[in-house]
């Protein structure tokens, strides 16, 4: 009998899903080969999208960083100056939301996104190393979480 796949966690632009802010994808095939080769079942979820935003939709980026959002002392703020930490907070505990229901241990998420980024974000407009929303809160909660820049062949 096969050993069931173990579900983990993706950015859903990263399996093909037109979800970035601009509408398109982040289609990353090495990343699909590679959870096939480790035995892992890919869950999508796009935090942005899940907490209520559209797509495509106004970039957007923390005004300090993703530890400071969660702790309620930062914003996440479009280009325009429109408040979206609510949105992006909802996508981030939904993400944990799903880790818990299907006990997930491990996320694959989009490196560079507000939410996502694991290693680098955007904070005040600038690419910075840091956390993005989501990351940062699975990572509060023992989901190991590992960036992937996407669009690999």
Not at 8 to 25: F, I, K, N, P, Q
Request: glycine fraction near 12%; aromatic fraction near 4%.
């Amino acid at each position: 009998m096969a050993e069931a796949r173990q579900p983990v966690l993706v950015s859903a632009c990263l399996l093909g899903e037109a979800c970035r802010y601009d509408g398109r994808h982040n289609r990353d095939a090495a990343l699909e080969r590679e959870l096939e080769a480790r035995n892992e079942h890919a869950v999508p979820f796009c935090p942005e999208e899940h907490g209520g935003l559209g797509t495509p939709r106004p970039a957007a980026w923390l005004d300090a960083g993703a530890a400071d959002v969660l702790d309620g002392r930062a914003r996440v703020l479009t280009e325009a100056g429109t408040d979206v930490t609510r949105e992006f907070r909802a996508g981030a505990e939904g993400a944990l939301a799903v880790c818990r229901e299907q006990r997930i241990a491990k996320a694959y998420l989009k490196e560079r996104s507000p939410s996502c980024g694991c290693a680098h974000t955007h904070v005040g407009g600038r690419l910075v190393a840091g956390s993005g929303l989501t990351s940062e809160l699975l990572r509060r909660n023992g989901v190991a979480v590992v960036g992937v820049e996407g669009r690999r062949e």
